[in-house]
């Protein structure tokens, strides 16, 4: 019983793992068989019983009354030969049996008279049978009669018999008589033929309609799981056509419910989305015109701040450089509302990239603290101002954040690799020198980047295309671990109690979605001898990322100009 548990719940552990029509169907063709074989069994069963039953009564109801009658006649003590006679009158009858008779003749000896000497003789008769026949019953008024008439069926060979035996009362012989039941055997094998065939008929039946149940059921849950697939892949109007009142009408229902309200839901988000990135540009490109003048203005302050009263001479250099950060931050709003909309491009051109590092380098009096490991001839079709502006961001937060001397090298790759200890994707890819004010760097992540920027990425492993690599390493104490998955957030802060910093927490972030648009990378690691790294890589050609207006534009650069140190 343990096996049969045990293997039925292998089989349900292995159903767990097909498809649901199949399970569908062989739980209906089990279904159909157990009742199948139930129903077959019990009517076997049944028939079986009635056709023994009739045939065994009708043959022992002839062998009492043709014992009865034969020997009525015989003499108390009859010879062998008159036993011989009343033993063919009584197989003679329409039952077609075997009989035996067994008496003493008048000199007391025993005769044993049979009508077929090679099937029933009195070694064939089984004991238990002639002990019973044998027995002599106390005569009271529960039973009338001391002998009575047994029956028993056994085999001989391969054939089925019935066997029976009585004593005549009153001291007359013994009868027993041997009747085949091949005729039954044949007809209830028939039956059981018949039953196995409509049982079998029954189980593809079963699975036949398992098959149409199968389906009628899993349509519109196919249906469902299309429509499912749709709505993510951002068809929001996806409807299902609801027919009927069952369960799976209303499953329907529900899901065209839910998809509507998703709709709205994402309508609604999509506009205050729209709204705030219009607020943001507006915002921008208002306090751009104030912020010129007051650049200006604090120009001339600078200018004169020799001349100026010492008592003063703070104030005016705080106001100089907080106009300054304050301009870098209008800056990259600006540019991050650019990449939002989508409405930022590329403009390419053959850059030397030795050339346009040392070029950020120099612009920005960097070449004391920066060590360059760069060959030159390294050619790459790409964006130069998007270019300086990741450059800039990166050498500029290791200088700021990490640890001198900041070394950059460049290389090539037929493949892109990882950097050792590093992680890449296009979600907060680990990365940049820690701040020790608190911030992670200029700069900080990107949202999620979608399908668009997955395939631009995968651009800069394109075969034949080489990569680009670019590696900013420094000295300092490294990126800690917490920090780590979300150096590319916008306005990411290492530190909540020190939110004030130099960085706007944006350069990183501006540096990254120029690097997507390239369909480039940039990834950072702690290295095992110390410091921290950040590895750019680009393709070699970014010349088919332009090709026709891409996705409505959603990969490109700003026409205005970029600003300094990637903001």
């Known amino acids: 019983m343990q096996r049969v548990l045990r293997g039925l719940r292998r089989a349900s552990g292995l159903l767990r793992w097909t498809s649901l029509r199949l399970r569908l169907v062989v739980v209906f063709a089990l279904v159909a068989l157990t009742a199948a074989v139930s129903a077959s069994g019990i009517a076997y069963w049944l028939n079986r019983n009635t056709v023994l039953e009739r045939t065994q009564n009708a043959v022992l109801n002839d062998f009492r009354k043709s014992l009865e009658d034969s020997t009525r006649s015989l003499p108390l003590r009859p010879r062998c030969a008159e036993l011989q006679d009343a033993a063919r009158q009584m197989a003679a009858g329409p039952q077609d049996y075997a009989v035996l008779l067994i008496g003493v003749d008048r000199e007391g000896k025993a005769c044993a008279a049979t009508t077929n000497k ?22 009271d008024e529960s039973n009338r009669y001391p002998h009575h008439l047994y029956w028993q069926r056994k085999e001989v060979g391969d054939a089925p018999y019935l066997v029976a035996g009585a004593k005549v009362i009153g001291g007359g012989p013994t009868g027993y008589m041997m009747k085949s039941l091949a005729t039954e055997r044949q007809d209830l094998n028939s039956l059981a033929w018949s039953l196995g065939i409509a049982t079998a008929l029954a189980l593809v039946g079963s699975a036949l309609l398992a098959q149409a149940a199968a389906t009628t059921v899993l349509r519109p849950v ?105 301009n870098d931050l209008v800056e990259n709003l600006m540019e991050v509302t650019r990449f939002d909309a989508g409405t930022a491009r590329l403009v390419l051109d053959d850059v030397d990239v030795a050339d346009q590092v040392t070029a950020c380098i120099d612009a920005r009096a960097w070449l004391d603290a920066v060590e360059l490991d760069a060959d030159r001839g390294i050619v790459a079709r790409l964006d130069p101002r998007r270019l300086d502006v990741i450059l800039a961001n990166l050498i500029g937060n290791a200088l700021k954040h990490g640890g001198s001397p900041v070394r950059v090298s460049v290389h090539t790759e037929d493949v892109a690799g990882d950097v050792a200890g590093g992680r890449t994707g296009s979600t907060a890819v680990s990365g940049g020198p820690a701040a020790p004010d608190g911030s992670g760097g200029p700069e900080a992540g990107t949202e999620d980047e979608g399908p668009e920027r997955s395939e631009q990425a995968a651009g800069a492993e394109r075969p034949g295309g080489g990569t680009l690599v ?63 790294a950040f590895t750019l890589r680009l393709p070699m050609d970014a010349a088919p990322l332009t090709d026709g207006d891409r996705r409505d534009g959603g990969t490109a650069r700003a026409d205005d100009e970029g600003t300094e140190d990637g903001r």
């Open 470 to 532: 670019i590696r900013v390493r420094d000295h300092g104490p490294g990126i800690p671990e917490e920090v780590l998955p979300h150096v590319f957030d916008r306005f990411y802060k290492a530190s909540a109690s020190r939110p004030r910093s130099e960085g706007s927490g944006l350069g990183l972030s501006i540096a990254l979605e120029n690097a997507h648009i390239h369909g480039g990378e940039i990834t950072a690691a702690n290295l095992p001898e110390g410091g921290a």
């Open 222 to 326: 196919q249906r469902l799981g299309h429509a499912a697939r749709q709505l993510g892949e951002g068809r929001l109007d996806t409807r299902l056509r609801v027919t009927g009142t069952d369960e799976l009408a209303d499953l329907s229902r529900t899901f065209n419910r839910t998809a509507e309200r998703l709709e709205q839901r994402v309508e609604e988000l999509s506009g205050r989305e729209a709204a705030s990135r219009r607020f943001v540009a507006d915002m921008s490109h208002e306090l751009r015109t104030p912020l010129t003048a007051i650049t200006a203005v604090s120009e001339v302050l600078e200018e004169e701040a020799d001349s100026l009263d010492p008592m003063i001479a703070p104030a005016v250099q705080l106001v100089v450089s907080e106009t300054r950060r304050l």
């Open 118 to 139: 090679n099937l029933l003789t009195l070694n064939s008769v089984p004991v238990s049978l002639r002990t019973a026949v044998d027995e002599v019953r106390r005569v």
